[in-house]
């Protein structure tokens, strides 16, 4: 029987295209597999937390994987993973898990933030969004409030995915700025496709004083994707958090 191991690990989305193997592109999937397979000389199969779209970052990331090798938990191992992998990816920890510990199945929560940059800084291009307006933020965080009162988010969802539902429970929701870097940070236990930069979108239209809070309730209330505003580009989002029952895996990094 194989050991199974969970992956800690962080990624610049700006060269790949997501996280998911995808035919003639570069992924962090395909990367991370081929780098396993050649340190332990067996063919590797990744599972990710989750899917991340191109361009999309992530500061802390999770994955599963099972090998024939018993101490892929040592330290050397992880030394000898990022000497193979691109400058773009790096791995913090291995641990094993329980044979049935699932890295996307398991997690109880994911958090996620967005960055704004209102001043044109040539050195964090790639991963905020330069935004050269300065927005309400109180009047954001007010709107950002109304979203714990639902969990049907079907107007912040990418059209015709394959999800079951579009009900998500969401446990914070916040702007913060730091400066000139203007975050949103939310968590929840799951998120539907481009569910952060739609939300991200909108909001910003409350900041800046094109929707009251009224009009994004009905946006939410209309469930319709045509109601709510334009999704914000993707190089301004990370992956922050993945949270599991202690009972499955405790984070390291």
């Not at 446990?171 to 939300?199: C, H, I, P």
């Not at 094109?210 to 309730?217: E, Q, T, V």
């Amino acid at each position: 029987m194989k050991q199974r191991y969970f992956i800690e690990l962080a990624y610049k989305g700006a060269n790949f295209h997501g996280w998911q193997f995808q035919p003639n592109a570069v992924t962090v999937q395909e990367c991370l597999e081929k780098a396993l397979s050649v340190i332990t000389r067996e063919s590797i199969a990744v599972t990710g937390a989750g899917r991340t779209d191109t361009g999309v970052h992530a500061s802390y990331f999770v994955a599963h994987f099972d090998a024939s090798k018993t101490n892929l938990d040592h330290p050397d191992w992880v030394y000898k993973l990022n000497s193979f992998l691109g400058s773009d990816i790096v791995v913090f920890y291995i641990s094993k898990v329980h044979p049935e510990a699932h890295a996307r199945f398991d997690a109880a929560s994911r958090t996620y933030q967005y960055h704004l940059n209102l001043i044109k800084d040539p050195f964090v291009i790639e991963t905020s969004w330069y935004f050269f307006r300065q927005p309400d933020l109180v009047k954001m965080n007010e709107a950002s409030k109304i979203l714990f009162e639902y969990t049907d988010f079907t107007s912040f969802s990418k059209l015709h995915t394959d999800v079951k539902t579009n009900n998500c429970t969401i446990y914070q929701a916040e702007w913060t700025q730091y400066g000139s870097d203007v975050v949103f940070t939310v968590k929840a236990d799951r998120f539907l496709r481009n569910m952060v930069r739609a939300l991200v979108g909108t909001i910003l239209e409350v900041g800046l004083g094109k929707i009251d809070l009224n009009a994004f309730r009905r946006i939410i209330e209309q469930k319709d994707r045509g109601a709510a505003g334009l999704s914000v580009p993707a190089h301004g989002l990370f992956l922050t958090d993945v949270e599991y029952p202690e009972s499955i895996f405790v984070r390291k990094k």
